[in-house]
């Protein structure tokens, strides 16, 4: 896993400093208040291959076994399209987003539940 330069924007788009940002999920600090937040630290964790963070913030009955980095991908960018639900009054929500990348982008609209009290990442679906 790579470090964070304190001080530094949280890769996901976010102004503040990763370490008040998406650092504080990663290291167990806080939870994920809404699907949206799950979602952007998510990002972060991708960007900064942190496998443990993703497979622990993924619902047991989708998650896979283990993760497989691509080492030239770099990741530049993420952009909230839509959100639906996912608040600390909801237990399901969505967030479609476009994740960009040196030489494209990822255009998801990702389901989110709350299991055993933490929002988790359930799946997902391409949009073209």
Request: proline share 5%.
């Amino acid at each position: 896993m790579t470090t964070a330069t304190t001080g530094r924007s949280c890769p996901c788009g976010l102004p503040q400093a990763y370490e008040r940002c998406c650092g504080r999920y990663h290291s167990g600090a806080a939870a994920a208040p809404t699907a949206e937040a799950l979602m952007r630290s998510r990002y972060t964790a991708f960007v900064r291959r942190d496998e443990q963070y993703l497979l622990r913030t993924w619902h047991p009955r989708t998650r896979p076994s283990s993760l497989d980095f691509d080492p030239g991908m770099r990741w530049t960018g993420l952009e909230v399209l839509e959100t639906g639900d996912g608040s600390a009054f909801h237990s399901v929500g969505t967030v479609t987003f476009r994740a960009s990348y040196r030489g494209g982008s990822l255009h998801e609209r990702s389901r989110f539940e709350r299991f055993e009290g933490a929002w988790v990442y359930v799946d997902g679906d391409f949009i073209e």
